[in-house]
């Protein structure tokens, strides 16, 4: 059975993992009227990721008969003024995804719940990994700058994620 401060935590993390996905359709749906499919593809794969992981946190809950308790969705940005500005929100975005990670990590250290520690443990890499990815696309964005043909081609680049 689940701790109750827990479970608040972890249904607190599914909403949180769905305002992700909402974030980054946003940003796909951005891009795509902006004719960047490269980008759009990239942000709608996101999507798909981010909804994975609060259904991944919705089945351990399950599992460990909690609640889930789905919260309403709070309203995402709709533009943005070019790729590089996306993808530094996406990061920033990332880091607060990590910080909360890493709180419930301690909540359920404290109360000694290892099963949820053991379950955690996949986000905390994986909140390593998209950060690094993040980051490594704003390091390409920065160098292209304004550069057209860079745009188009790292655009063809996002577009290959499958
Ligand atoms: Fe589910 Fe991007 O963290």
């Given at each position: 059975m689940l701790n109750k401060n827990l479970e608040n935590a972890l249904n607190k993390q599914i909403n949180a993992e769905f305002w992700s996905a909402y974030l980054y359709l946003s940003m796909s749906t951005h891009f795509a009227s902006e004719g960047l499919n490269g980008a759009a593809n990239w942000f709608k794969i996101q999507f798909k990721e981010e909804q994975d992981h609060a259904l991944k946190i919705i089945d351990y809950v399950i599992s460990r008969e909690g609640r889930v308790e789905l919260a309403p969705i709070d309203k995402v940005s709709?533009?943005?003024?070019?790729l590089l500005a996306a993808f530094l929100d996406t990061l920033e975005h990332e880091k607060v995804v990590t910080a909360r990670i890493h709180e419930i990590v301690g909540i359920a250290r404290e109360e000694k719940d290892f099963a949820t520690e053991n379950m955690l443990q996949w986000f905390v890499n994986e909140q390593v990994e998209e950060e690094e990815t993040a980051q490594k696309i704003i390091d390409a964005l920065k160098l292209i700058g304004n550069n057209g043909i860079g745009i188009y081609l790292i655009d063809k680049e996002l577009g290959k994620r499958t």
């Open positions: 709709t533009k943005w003024e070019s």
